[in-house]
């Protein structure tokens, strides 16, 4: 390939430089739509799926008070009578059809697999960005400043990538509980969720960005940047953030994949979400002891949902690294 | 090379303390051990002769060395719940994890490096392509919902298989073995094929990235031209190449099917190390915790060191003290 | 008497690469001959498709790139047809190839005597301690001294040019009719660079093997080849005898190139430059591609293609060539 013209294996420009005054500028959303970035996207029927289904997804943990048929969580609206209704099944006692049937409690599953997935969805997103913002803070002082600083930050976060994050996260899930007192663990269960994951996730910001940042900052512009007396902090937001947004973008849609599964696990080990407050992986744990007696749908539906979630955030994620990292393709 | 391998031991040496540190923090201040050893009943007199024996009231690096140098005799204390020492506790338990993790790697490893080469190979043929498909649902699937899967095809509706225990185990010594009962070997399967299907596909695909890598350098190019045999060129020279960079992460995800082993040891009611943590994780008993963590500090540093080691052999460029000098 | 086959023919050899904005096509049309114990420059700017007619002979484009058109002739046998485990006996047998960089052509895992014994052992009916004694041979012709101790040698245990040296020993070490040499220079230390040409055309002469020098350094050329091909965008500008190309070009292009080097435009007062750069593969002009840059350029060239002027052995593609007096006066 070596004999190839670089421009041949680029693909189309964005419409740049549009900036005489008599040209009319194409809008902003139609620039965008032209972009490389839209461009794959529109040739990428797989991101297009998984797009569709995240949102939809996100869409309705977000509305799940409106599109749900019933609170499961507030007891009077339960009848114990609906207990174990199969999926479209009219229950033998009360006559009503649950779709996705009930648990042993009477709560229909298609209920609570809409507030679980607002709270799987809530710690994902959340645990994501406090690991963003912790690892890119970090990342951004490593590589800036160096020296004393910027050792003690990546020996931590190599040490820290030696164990799977998985136990990192149970570790510090242990150590909240202890420090917790007793009567406040539940209400607390969420945020300290959140901590765990969001603490043992940070170190792939952190090294993507000191990566760049030694890279920006040796630059001319950055040099002169220093030189016309900008402040640090003003070099490290203005000049040198925007330049490391797109792998961060990258990992950030990776990591919310993992960050859900995660949850999930978590939560499944019955170190996570509390039964009163469920995310997908309560449901799925609650669900395992029905698997044996043939209530197969408290379990089935609330694992497909993590699935459909958990695959199509990565499969978003898969499409983005190449999209953006043209040497692959 | 061997002062490459001494400091890498030092290298290590820094780690485990630093770990050690935590463990310890843990044990000083998360929960007080006073009030996790009287318990609700105790005089003033109790608490400070107790902190005197316990030796609580030393400077901190004093404890931190007492700690440690217990830690190596394999003292780890008493567990808070079940109020035996933890070594022995986990001693029990050891065998248990280290059988299904060494079946899950094995797994992992054959089966995955063989994927990653097919896969590379017959990049656009459908088998990989079918392969890649599953296998990002692989990494998508999250560990515990396959076991729930296995447990519902094979235990379930098909009945074939055991879905939790260990089966019958034989005892040699103080190591239980569940290899040698068919009970044993039968329960083996479902867990084993749990925890090593996630370190396997993502053996699989790195593989297959870095072999798809190997393919393209000159080397590669130049074998090819020199019309040497496809197997030749796949094989001696491509693998070996793509191995160098396979080792390291791979040395780290067998490390890490013994920390994975704690779900699947949970879905499968697996009497192991990983299920005793998890235990202690919901009820806050520090030095079981503290001394799992240790311990498999100690064993990740080891596969790390195995890791380099194999490294150099597999490397010439790093053999500095060249045959050829 | 019957006129002696050519070593290597090309038959209007057409290389073309889908894309997916359309097809590009590196090498158009392309053909000459090489007769025994003859050493053929193929020389042009990057992208002109000159690496890119060696990796076609050879059979090792890199998809999507294929032979569209044309035919490869060895010794008078078509070869571009052939099914891959018939070509695979061919190359390293019959036609061995250079590459530009020895410092990442040869594996770095592998010692030099194993990759030698390899390559001898597939191709010649000789027992292990026979290919070995043939190696150390091999790269006691190629100027390594030692050779016999320096068999258990890794590659990064070499030099540059000496591991060029090795590389050039693995490509011969068969005893091929037909070496393609793609830029074996270029990457040397310019004090190398002459060694390794002596090296090439001491061994092209003993063994009256034909070859193929691919390169863009017109010193070489002159120093090295008894015939010039000259590449542009693709296509054949201009090919025959050294002297000729070099003294009394007569496509424009060819006056340009010599005119802009040193080695070949000894006595010239100062160097001239070509206006413009060449036309990317995806923006070719109609007609003559280098009309856009070409001073003797009239509306003919650019609408008719494909002029041919001249004999099988010295032919250039222009509708106005030079002429001999012209370039004498």
Redesign the interface.
């Known amino acids: 390939m070596s004999d190839l013209p670089d421009a041949t294996r680029q693909g189309p420009k964005p419409t740049e430089r549009l900036e005489t005054a008599e040209v009319v500028r194409p809008s902003r959303w139609r620039a965008i739509w032209d972009a490389d970035l839209a461009w794959s996207f529109r040739h990428s029927p797989v991101a297009m799926v998984a797009a569709f289904v995240t949102l939809a997804l996100v869409l309705a943990a977000i509305f799940a008070p409106l599109v749900a048929t019933t609170n499961p969580f507030d007891p009077s609206s339960l009848n114990l009578m609906n207990g174990f209704s199969a999926p479209g099944v009219p229950n033998a006692f009360t006559g009503e059809t649950f779709w996705l049937g009930t648990d042993d409690q009477g709560r229909d599953v298609y209920s609570t697999i809409l507030y679980g997935l607002r709270i799987s969805l809530f710690v994902g997103f959340m645990a994501v960005l406090f690991a963003l913002v912790l690892g890119v803070t970090l990342g951004l002082l490593a590589g800036y400043l160096g020296g004393w600083t910027e050792t003690v930050i990546m020996r931590v976060a190599d040490v820290q990538l030696t164990f799977p994050s998985i136990l990192v996260a149970l570790l510090i899930f242990g150590i909240a509980r202890g420090i917790i007192p007793i009567e406040y663990r539940d209400q607390m269960a969420i945020w300290v969720l959140i901590l765990a994951i969001g603490l043992s996730d940070w170190v792939q910001f952190a090294r993507v960005v000191r990566g760049a940042t030694l890279v920006e900052k040796n630059k001319e512009y950055v040099q002169a940047a220093r030189l016309i007396g900008r402040s640090s902090g003003a070099i490290m937001l203005r000049h040198i953030l925007p330049n490391v947004l797109s792998p961060v973008l990258v990992i950030a849609t990776i990591s919310l994949a993992l960050a859900i599964i995660a949850e999930a696990t978590l939560s499944f080990l019955g170190v996570g979400a509390p039964p009163t407050q469920p995310s997908l992986g309560t449901l799925i744990r609650i669900g395992q002891d029905f698997l044996f007696s043939g209530e197969w749908w408290i379990l089935f539906f609330p694992a497909c949902t993590l699935l459909a979630l958990a695959l199509s955030v990565n499969l978003l994620g898969d499409w983005l690294r190449d999209a953006l990292n043209p040497r692959l393709k | 090379m061997l002062a490459f391998i001494i400091r890498r031991v030092f290298q290590s040496v820094i780690?485990l303390l630093?770990?050690g540190l935590v463990a310890f923090s843990?044990f000083r201040f998360?929960?007080d051990p006073i009030e996790n050893l009287l318990g609700q009943e105790r005089t003033v007199q109790d608490v400070e002769r107790l902190r005197e024996t316990l030796g609580l009231n030393d400077p901190f690096p004093v404890q931190y060395a007492r700690f440690l140098g217990r830690a190596v005799q394999g003292d780890f204390g008493i567990s808070y719940r079940q109020s035996r020492p933890v070594a022995q506790i986990i001693a029990e338990r050891a065998p248990a994890t280290l059988e299904l993790a060494f079946v899950s790697g094995f797994l992992a490893l054959t089966v995955g490096i063989g994927l990653g080469v097919f896969t590379a190979i017959r990049r656009d043929g459908w088998a990989a392509n079918v392969i890649m498909s599953a296998s990002?649902?692989g990494?998508?699937?999250?560990?515990?919902?396959i076991g729930?899967l296995l447990?519902?095809v094979f235990g379930?509706q098909l009945r074939w298989l055991p879905t939790f225990g260990r089966g019958e185990v034989v005892q040699l010594g103080w190591w239980s073995t569940g290899f040698l009962t068919q009970s044993g070997l039968k329960s083996l399967i479902l867990p084993a094929i749990t925890l090593g299907l996630f370190q396997m596909t993502l053996i699989m695909r790195l593989v297959r990235s870095e072999m798809l890598e190997v393919l393209r350098?000159?080397?590669i190019?130049?074998?090819?031209?020199?019309?040497?045999?496809?197997k030749?060129v796949n094989f001696?020279?491509a693998l070996?190449?793509t191995m160098?960079p396979v080792i390291t992460v791979t040395g780290?995800q067998l490390?890490?099917i013994i920390?994975?082993a704690?779900?699947t040891e949970?879905v499968f009611q697996w009497p192991g190390v990983g299920l005793l943590?998890?235990n202690?994780?919901?009820f806050?008993d520090?030095p079981v915790?503290a001394a799992y963590?240790m311990l498999?500090?100690v064993m990740?540093?080891m596969i790390?060191l195995l890791v380099d080691i194999l490294y150099v052999w597999?490397?010439?460029?790093l053999r500095i003290d060249?045959?050829?000098a | 008497m019957t006129v002696p086959v050519p070593v290597l023919s090309l038959r209007d050899l057409t290389v073309d690469i889908p894309t997916r904005h359309g097809t590009l096509r590196p090498v158009d049309q392309v053909s000459w001959d090489i007769a025994r114990g003859e050493i053929l420059g193929v020389v042009g700017e990057s992208g002109a498709g000159k690496s890119m007619t060696g990796n076609a002979v050879i059979g090792l484009l890199d998809p999507p790139a294929h032979i569209s058109g044309g035919q490869v002739l060895l010794e008078g046998e078509r070869i571009d047809d052939l099914p891959l485990a018939k070509m695979r006996r061919i190359r390293g047998k019959r036609i061995g190839m250079v590459f530009q960089d020895p410092l990442t052509s040869l594996n770095p895992l592998l010692t030099v005597g194993d990759q030698l014994t390899e390559t001898i052992l597939r191709h010649l009916d000789v027992d292990r301690e026979e290919a070995a004694q043939r190696a150390i041979r091999g790269l006691d012709e190629v100027g390594i001294p030692s050779a016999r101790n320096r068999m258990g040698a890794y590659p990064h245990e070499f030099s540059g040019g000496m591991r060029q040296r090795v590389v050039i020993a693995l490509a011969l070490c068969a005893e091929p009719t037909l070496l393609i040499a793609d830029e074996p220079t270029t990457a040397l230390d310019v004090s190398v660079q002459a060694q390794i040409i002596a090296l090439l055309k001491r061994l092209c002469r003993e063994r009256g093997m034909a070859a193929m020098l691919i390169t863009h350094d017109m010193g070489v050329i002159a120093e090295t080849a008894d015939r010039v091909a000259v590449m542009y965008a693709g296509r054949l500008a201009e090919i025959g005898p050294v002297a000729q190309i070099v003294g009394q070009p007569r496509h424009p292009y060819t006056d340009g190139l010599m005119a802009s080097t040193p080695a070949a435009s000894a006595g010239q007062a100062r160097l001239r430059q070509i206006p413009g750069a060449m036309p990317r593969l995806n923006a070719l002009p109609d007609g003559c591609a280098f009309s856009p840059r070409c001073p003797r350029a009239q509306d003919r060239c650019r609408h008719d293609p494909r002029p041919r002027v001249g004999e099988a052995d010295a032919r250039a593609a222009c509708w106005f060539p030079i002429e001999p007096e012209e370039d004498a006066a």
């Open positions: 780690v630093a770990v843990m998360v929960g990002l649902i990494v998508s699937l999250p560990t515990f919902l729930i447990i519902y379930v350098q000159d080397y190019r130049f074998a090819r031209a020199r019309g040497l045999a496809a030749s001696r020279h070996k190449n160098v780290l490390g890490a920390a994975f704690i779900i949970t943590f998890i202690a994780v919901q806050v520090i915790m963590l498999i500090s990740f540093v790390n597999v490397d010439p460029r060249g045959r050829h």
